[in-house]
């Protein structure tokens, strides 16, 4: 060897000499992307071959091999990945010296701090070990030669590769199985606000398994839009190590912005809908690609017997017909043959809705025809596209995999070009389990078992598909959705009269339950109000079933047998005031018999007397009346400080609070003269655990009341711990006075981040405003408060404008100080 080969081996072995080559290569912004993952992973080839040949001779250990399995054997190696590699021997070589050899190649790369995922075999137990772990196996197929003898590494690819397609049968089974398992533990990437881009549904592990089915010949994967969409999320993998300088595929809230801006995008949403955009592409090709190779291996199995029972001849899958040019096929449904798509422009939909109503899946194939050959549907569309988009929303959850592969293939934004606005778009309110469009989706799913209850499900089916599709543009998304819900309603081809009312359940679909949580529904303006916006009986029946469909296709927080109580008790009472019922004038109700006996104890005792009883809703499937939440009665003597003393004992004691009414009572004393009795009547939920004792409770309100106990350091406390995510701020509160909502009182709306305590604090803002409390009502959101205060003066009037609005700007200064 000469003295420039040594220095060249040494140079190329020497440590520091790849750590700062690589430090330079990660701080180049002028590459990035597949460019830089391939030189990152060209570089660590050329150091580690480096050392592979030193520590050979130095060893003496011949007919061995340096191999990349897995990420690094694909060449994706990302900025702190692990460096997967085999040490291949053929065994000749004592385990000394094998071990020796190991030892000079693996110390190195743990000195310099790298993650290494190592193992030392022969071929033959590369092989038994890839047999025995399905994992093993999927590292193996992606194996690639980085130094030694590359003869060694070709035999032993070719037989982990024989392998695996001679048991393929067995294996791919276990691998869907173990795919899924995945996904039920780590969600779907696409829905996800702090995704895994690794191990999510959609993410770059679900990308090296559809690189294995190809493997396997049994069936492959589409390649339309893969390879971009492992690309974006290796990017966004990329930019989040370098950003945190960890190794890790979680993309937390708090990392978004950082990777947006290194990523050159535009903010953390733009981030999260490429990325979601491209979980969908594998999603989509996922479930395509098993539903492949499911057929192939049913195939396989029931062929050799049929074969033999028709004489060697095969047999043509059976074609049963599901609509004018669609039929089934071999478990999918497929267009007939003398369909004719270039001249049906309504074939999509028929066929569409014919899948989702057979819950069938639509070819893959025959989606893609229909995306190149069907021409567009004339604007209106003709009656009977309007009705199979009608029975394909009707389906339930067989709507969903056919809408999923009409989006794969650009379909739905062709038909609803609006579409494209809420498509990917991620929803930042952690209340919401899906994107936009998937929420609009689910929604219609909901709607379709509540079809029954309405005169017109078409109307509701296509409201529910539109209710959010003003999200994504500026203000109001109720506002901006009405006007594009009715031009698209017009599009569909509904008549005048059909587009209004689309458009009210759109511009409305909030209505009833913000009325019916955060406003009086004793009070004859709350009523009215929403009489005036809904218009009709027929109009009030649809919103009803589409704000029901719209929280259950939220999540599991934003609906509830109190929330369902409050609306359907609001539409009670709309529906008898559009049928020409005025809403009763309120009158100060006499306290009930269990009232006024706390009452008579407190003025008896001269302190809190409570009382708490469960409250009961609607009956459920089983004929059982489901709870709504507990009640709870406070009387004592009137006095200042009650509100905030009571919430705070109610915060301290883990009790979440979805209503409060205050009043006071006049009742005679023993002296011939009266006294003024406070009532609260709380309706409250335990977070955690059982309800706690009324005589805890009443306990530490006396304590409370008398300044023993101090209720703003206990929450401060509680408030320390309370989890928050690092990084992550909330928006700043916000207080308004609702303009017109009640002739009784002066409405005062709180939208705040939801805390232990929050109530306290209002109540306390509001008593130092001297202002009376008649009624609350509270709603929380996920980690969003938004409360209502019925307050007036002194003398039970409605607050002047001008003092109104101070008010409000005294609790927006408490809650922000």
Known sequence: MTSTETTTESADSEPGGYAAARLRLLQEEARSGPPRRAALASLTDDWLTGLFTVAARQTGVQGAALVAVGGYGRGELSPRSDLDLLLLHDGNAGPAAVAALADRVWYPVWDLGLALDHSVRTPAEARGAAAEDLKVQLGLLDARPVAGDLGLVAAMRTAVLADWRNQAPKRLPALHELCRERAERQGELQFLLEPDLKEARGGLRDATALRAVAASWVADAPREGLAEARRVLLDARDALHLTTGRATDRLALQEQDQVAQALGLLDADTLLRQVYEAARTIAYATDVTWREVDRVLRARSVRPRLRAILGGRAAAPERTPLAEGVVEADGEVVLARAARPERDPVLVLRAAAAAAQSELPLSRHVVRRLATAAPPLPVPWPAEAREELVTLLGAGEATVPVWEALEAEGLVTRLLPDWERVHCRPQRNPVHTWTVDRHLVETAVRASSLTRRVHRPDLLLVAALLHDIGKGWPGDHSVAGEVIARDTAARIGFDQHDVGVIATLVRHHLLL??????????????????????????????????????????????????????????????????????????????????????????????????????????PDEDGEPEPVGVELHIALPDRPGVLPAAAGVLALHRLTVRAADLRAVELPTELGGSADVLLLSWRVAAEYGSLPQAVR????????????LDIRARLAEREAAYPRRRGVKAPPPRVTVAAAASRLATVIEVRAQDAPGLLHRIGRALERSGVRVRSAHVSTLGANAVDAFYVTDTEGKPLPGERALAVADAVEAALRA
């Open 513 to 618: 339950v913000e009325t019916a949580t955060r406003r009086d529904l004793d009070d004859p303006a709350t009523v009215r109000s929403v009489a005036t916006a809904v218009g009709t009986a027929t109009t009030l029946e649809l919103l009803h079933a589409l704000t029901e469909a719209d929280a259950l296709a939220t999540g599991p927080a934003a609906w509830s047998s109190w929330r369902a109580s409050l609306v359907a008790d609001l539409v009670g009472r709309v529906a008898a005031v559009l049928a020409g019922q005025a809403p009763p004038e309120p009158e100060p109700a006499a306290p009930g018999a269990e009232q006024e006996r706390l009452a008579i104890e407190a003025l008896r005792t001269g302190g809190p007397v409570l009382a708490l009883r469960a409250q009961a809703g609607a």
């Open 697 to 708: 409770l009443r306990a530490d309100l006396v304590r409370a009341l008398d300044g023993s």
